[in-house]
């Protein structure tokens, strides 16, 4: 009998993340599985549902060679075959296994970009993400565990603790804080090598509770694009297009990225992501972390990005639901964690501190700090 805690994630995915109807269409996107349970779960509840699902099998290890050799044409006829797909679903999950998290790290970085121009933004950014009900996860295995630190055991228990939250329950905990990020003007931000000014002011703010990641647990919103001013450290070791980076520093004048520097990684390939095109140096998301249940990094940003006490920074392209006009093919969240084991650091709105060392001032919001 499968364990019980994947009953109650599939629940979560197929009638709160997706919201899935009878006659729809849904899309389960599967990469480098190591275990089949929830996709196996997830289609036999959509078929009883009266919906339909799809299934695609994909290998890390098969697209990195597709895209080592891949030429701009035969990555549009990647991209056309799956648009067409993507545009008749209706619902759409990614189940990412986890077996190398850097098996892209040797694609080169003008492959990389042809692969986010030419696949990634017609297929997800301009169809997936506006036109479908769409949900991301990892699934655990000892690949994670190893990220995190953990035994395979013991971060499975993490990982279900983290991602079986009551997402309704955290949605209204996270209302305050919406309301609050919608009335501010002017963020700043202080912390380690961190001096940070920009403005809010008219950008939507959306706050995230299972919709659209599992685990989840963020308010997000976006800078006014060119209102950014001044330096920051991000302390959360991270990786993108398979190469791993640490400590990342930018200095922004009049909101474009004008240094970048990194204490471990490939400092070139760091700045050719930032000039990947125009809005590559420019934000097109910030946000405020708050899964009480995710205090530590492991290198995966959807965990990352989720830690209470934490914020993230996104050079590259703006969501539609926050837009402040930024478009790129890149969209790189970058997490700074501002609890005192980190280094600590404020968040404050219109001069006023709103979170103060990773726990927020006001009781009303205390709800979302860790418990």
Same mark, same amino acid.
Request: proline fraction near 6%; include cysteine.
């Given at each position: ?30 990469? !480098? ?5 929830? #996709? ?9 549902? +009266? ?32 648009? *067409? ?21 040797? @694609? ?33 295995? %000892? +690949? ?39 009335? #501010? ?5 202080? +912390? ?12 939507? @703010? /959306?706050?995230?509770? $299972? ?18 001013? +001044?330096? &920051? ?11 791993? *980076?640490?400590? &990342? ?16 990684? !490939? ?51 703006? *969501?539609?639901?926050?837009?402040? $006009? ?8 970058? /997490?700074? &964690?501002?609890? %005192? ?9 219109? $001069? ?20």
């Amino acid at each position: 009998m499968p364990d019980p805690r994947w009953d109650t994630l599939s629940e979560t995915l197929l009638r709160h993340s997706t919201r899935l109807k009878a006659g729809e269409t849904l899309l389960i996107e599967c990469i !480098d599985l190591e275990d089949d349970t929830l #996709a196996r779960l997830l289609v036999r509840k959509a078929s009883r549902m +009266g919906a339909t699902a799809l299934i695609d099998l994909k290998r890390a290890s098969i697209i990195r060679e597709q895209l080592k050799e891949a030429t701009e044409a035969q990555l549009r006829a990647w991209a056309d075959a799956e648009s *067409y797909r993507m545009d008749r679903v209706q619902a759409y999950i990614a189940l990412r296994g986890s077996q190398n998290i850097s098996e892209l790290a040797d @694609v080169p970085p003008d492959r990389m970009n042809l692969y986010n121009e030419h696949f990634m933004t017609p297929v997800h950014f301009q169809r997936r993400i506006k036109n479908t009900r769409w949900c991301v996860l990892r699934l655990p295995g %000892p +690949g994670m565990a190893q990220q995190a630190g953990m035994s395979t055991e013991a971060f499975e228990d993490f990982y279900f603790e983290a991602c079986n939250v009551d997402y309704p329950r955290l949605g209204r905990a996270l209302r305050p804080l919406a309301d609050r990020m919608e009335a #501010a003007r002017e963020v700043h931000i202080t +912390g380690p090598e961190t001096d940070l000014r920009f403005s809010i002011e008219g950008i939507p @703010v /959306v706050p995230c509770a $299972g919709e659209m990641n599992i685990p989840d647990g963020e308010v997000f919103t976006a800078p006014v694009r060119d209102s950014i001013e +001044g330096q &920051i450290r991000f302390n959360a070791p991270t990786i993108y297009q398979g190469a791993a *980076y640490d400590g &990342i520093r930018l200095v922004f004048e009049r909101g474009k990225i004008v240094e970048a520097s990194c204490e471990a990684g !490939d400092s070139e390939r760091l700045n050719r992501i930032f000039r990947a095109d125009e809005g590559a140096s420019y934000v097109g998301e910030w946000s405020l972390g708050c899964n009480p249940k995710v205090q530590k990094p492991m290198r995966d940003i959807l965990f990352d990005e989720k830690i209470a006490g934490s914020f993230h920074l996104t050079p590259g392209n703006a *969501y539609d639901e926050a837009d402040n $006009g930024n478009r790129s093919k890149i969209h790189w969240d970058l /997490v700074q &964690i501002q609890t %005192p084991e980190f280094g600590g650091g404020t968040v404050s709105f219109d $001069g006023e501190p709103i979170r103060v060392d990773g726990k927020f001032v006001d009781e009303e919001l205390s709800p979302l700090d860790p418990e």
